[in-house]
């Protein structure tokens, strides 16, 4: 009996450690510097294509590198060009939140103004605010 207990002690510590290890990594780019200009050209062509898609808009920003002020210019211009789409801040500003960055309040607060009542918005400035 004492053998089971530890055993089922030993794979829920082996599961949690696994569960823990597997969030964290998830929360995290794998790239921080900017990819190949072809390989930036091919992701703002998927955003282009279309502007709702939140996995193009990820894979450019990881693609720019989330510190490359480029970034910021290229979503400003493309905030202008489409203002009534919330996507565009929502987007940058939810993946600015995950990576614990600055500037992920200025984004999101401007979703919020397109949309004052998507909760959504409001979970992620609310966690923002906490960090």
């Not at 050209?41 to 282009?48: G, I, L, S």
């Not at 193009?56 to 990881?62: I, L, P």
């Not at 918005?121 to 966690?127: E, K, N, V």
Request: net charge neutral; glycine share 4%; charged share 25%.
């Amino acid at each position: 009996m004492m053998k089971n207990n530890l055993k089922n002690a030993a794979y829920l510590i082996l599961l949690l450690t696994t569960c823990f290890v597997g969030q964290v990594l998830a929360q995290t780019s794998a790239r921080k510097g900017p990819a190949s200009a072809e390989e930036i050209k091919k992701a703002r062509t998927a955003v282009e294509a279309n502007m709702d898609d939140e996995k193009a808009h990820r894979a450019f920003m990881v693609a720019m590198g989330l510190s490359n002020p480029l970034l910021v210019v290229q979503y400003e211009d493309w905030m202008k060009k489409y203002p009534e789409n919330i996507n565009i801040p929502l987007f940058i500003g939810a993946v600015y939140h995950q990576e614990e960055m600055p500037q992920a309040k200025e984004f999101l607060e401007r979703a919020a103004a397109m949309e004052p009542h998507k909760a959504k918005i409001w979970f992620i400035l609310a966690d923002d605010a906490v960090i």
